[in-house]
């Protein structure tokens, strides 16, 4: 079965720099949710889209910014990059009218 | 805002025993579901379990089951006859059934499992 795929797995950035994670979500999956994962971190919520329409906003910096394409796959653009940005970012997709998020792999951003 | 509370950071097991992890969480809605996830090593985030609340009934997967208790707001995972893949961190998590699908996770149970 298909699964969420991200990419890059790994990106390695010098600070106040930009980088994009890209998402590509389970085929006929309506929403895309971004996390954010800390060092010795639970995951913590960043925003969500459905139908390529922002839905909900979480603890996103303002210079973060994210949207999806009308072929469902969602990009994270992060400016400025910060030490504390180097995290573990997963994205996963749901389809409506089904409780689970399918995560992704996620991709591993160190920021030097 | 909903928050979700794991008070065990670290449990250990004996393979082929039994565990609890427990969960407590915070809400004022009466609509929501919940869910256990395991992130193994490799740091997927796999789905173990999850409930809904309305259901009374305690979910079960397999080995995996839950004591939901909804007055008390406790979601605690019980993992039977425990094996070496099962040694991973654990999550609670908590998604509301009306305002957002965004998971508000725990802060994780670490489990050793020793053979």
């Known amino acids: 079965a298909a699964g969420v795929i991200q990419s890059p797995r790994h990106l390695i950035k010098e600070k106040r720099e930009t980088a994009t994670l890209k998402c590509y979500p389970i085929p006929r999956h309506d929403t895309v949710y971004w996390y954010q994962q800390g060092p010795g971190q639970d995951p913590q919520f960043l925003i969500s889209?459905?139908?390529?329409?922002?839905?909900d906003k979480g603890s996103i910096p303002d210079r973060f910014s994210a949207q999806q394409f009308s072929d469902y796959h969602s990009e994270l653009n992060m400016s400025s990059l910060e030490l504390g940005d180097s995290a573990l970012y997963f994205c996963a997709s749901r389809t409506s009218g089904y409780n689970e998020q399918f995560f992704g792999p996620g991709t591993r951003l160190t920021v030097l | 805002a909903q928050t979700v509370t794991q008070s065990q950071p670290e449990m250990s097991v004996q393979e082929a025993e039994t565990v609890t992890l427990s969960c407590t969480y915070d809400t004022s809605e009466s609509d929501y579901y919940l869910f256990w996830y395991k992130q193994p090593p490799s740091r997927q985030m796999i789905l173990v379990i999850r409930?809904?609340?309305?259901?009374?009934q305690n979910a079960t997967e397999n080995r995996f089951s839950v004591n939901f208790q909804k007055a008390a707001k406790s979601f605690s995972l019980k993992i039977s006859d425990s094996q070496l893949g099962d040694a991973a961190m654990y999550f609670c998590a908590y998604r509301s059934g009306t305002s957002g699908s965004r998971l508000t996770f725990g802060e994780g149970t670490q489990l050793t499992v020793n053979p």
């Open positions: 889209f459905y139908e390529k329409m922002q839905s």
């Open positions: 409930q809904e609340a309305y259901k009374q």
